[in-house]
RNA sequence: CGGGGCGUAGUGUAAUUGGCUAACAUGCUCGCUUUGGGAGCGAGUGAUUCUGGGUUCGAGUCCCAGCGCCCCGACCA
């Protein structure tokens, strides 16, 4: 992509309505633009981040046997009402509307209400079971007070998974599953050294549930992490467990985190209310089992900014930064030009993913200072004095080392 | 929802504490020059000072109400 074209433009200064790192960055940089308390737009760099995370969660998601479908956001307060989830939730996190019609409705903050009845329909034998469905969408949650960026908003991208089973110990071996599939997910993301699984509050499903918990702090959890196995225990529930539930072990240390992840087993709560049944081997009708298991997207993009970041901006990580090479060309010279062209046109030949910078009103050091904030992983410059010597500038943005790579060599550098 | 802070060109700030035509930087436009870490000169552009009331000879500044944004807390299946 060539960066005259991108629409966005960086500023020097953040706007003085945004305190927290995530969003001074991201809008500085141009990834996001706040529309109001807790809503963003999401612009070309930030939906690209956005895409990726998103890609690296459906490939893992996929590999662990779920299926994608898209649900409705906009959703009547019958569905609401079999779980009684509607009267509980009154003036709550839900958003309530009405239509012209004085119909209530609600705009999803979760899914469980559709997805039930939604399997009901098709999954009718006990051989169709297991079975495991995801969707990646938006999702609205009345928050009394929005926060800290793209951390807490009422409206954000949410992956949610649900996986339906006919024994507990089904549920629980897929459950282990998807623990795992999470953790490929963040070490592809790049955050797995700073997040932990995390036993907490079941809320009203379960007694318990696990969180996955990135040590930031920026967070709003406080977790206790065991020293001797790395298991985290939330705040919350910390006076239940003096010892690891893990490992047995009692001591722990403190650290700010933020929920980037919660998976719960649910177990009947939902498939009874809406009488989703299988016929067992013995011919007895019996509740289907379920777990739920969510992932926020967006605010996992929060996350990786507020760990990920210098003095001069972000600091992508590799598999979800925006483009993979950063190309700049320094100077109008024709030669250069044509050179900075020659060798963008060959990146994207070999598939590399190349932000160029053929901005020609912009002088070299607003360059640079645009690449630092944007956070690229790979700087590669083209001038005069790397034309003169056949090769470019490369610089890596989580290093301060420069050196000079033979243009014909580019193609080995970057993913 | 309780507490605190703040609303002035696109952005960041200023305005003698109630007094002249709301200033500076940056951005944007045009011209010339310049080209390795946010260049220089010149000429332009851009504001219903959040909204509505009130006090006053006079309000960006004081008072009241509302709206909006940020932070702390509560809340966060």
Known sequence: MKQSLIFSKTL??????????????????????????????????????CQKIENIVRQEMNEIGAQEILMPVLQPKSIWDVTGRWQKFAGKEMFKLKNQANKDYTL?????????????????????????????????RDEIRAKSGILRTREFIMKDLYSFHTSENDLDKYYEKVKKAYFRIFKKIGIDKQTYLCLASGGSFSKYSHEFQTITS??????????NCGMAINKEIKTEHLKCPECGKTKFRQEKAIEIGNIFKLGTNYTKPFDFKFI?????????????YGLGI??????????????????????????????????????VKETAEKIYKGLLKQGKEVLYDDRKDKRPGEKFADADLIGIPLRMVVSKKTVEKNSVEIKYR??????????????????
């Open 12 to 49: 020097k200064q953040a706007p003085k309505d945004e305190q927290s790192v995530n969003a001074r960055l991201l809008t500085r940089a141009g990834f996001i633009d706040k529309l109001s308390a807790g809503i963003y737009s999401f612009l070309p760099f930030g939906l690209r981040v």
């Open 398 to 415: 989580n290093k301060n080392k420069v050196e000079l790579a033979q243009i014909k060599e580019l193609g080995k550098l970057g993913r």
């Open 108 to 140: 999803g903050w979760t899914h469980e209400e559709v997805i039930t009845p939604l399997m009901q329909k098709f999954v009718l034998s006990r051989k169709d079971f297991p079975v495991f469905v995801y969707q990646i969408q938006d999702k609205f």
């Open 218 to 227: 920026a967070g709003e959890d406080v977790i206790y992490i065991c020293e």
């Open 298 to 335: 967006t605010r996992m993009m929060g996350a990786v900014v507020e760990v990920f970041n210098d003095a001069n901006g972000i600091v992508w990580p590799e598999n979800i930064a925006p483009y993979q090479i950063h190309l700049i060309q320094v100077g109008d010279d024709l030669k």
């Open 280 to 292: 067992d081997k013995d011919g007895t009708r019996q509740p289907v089992i379920m777990g739920c």
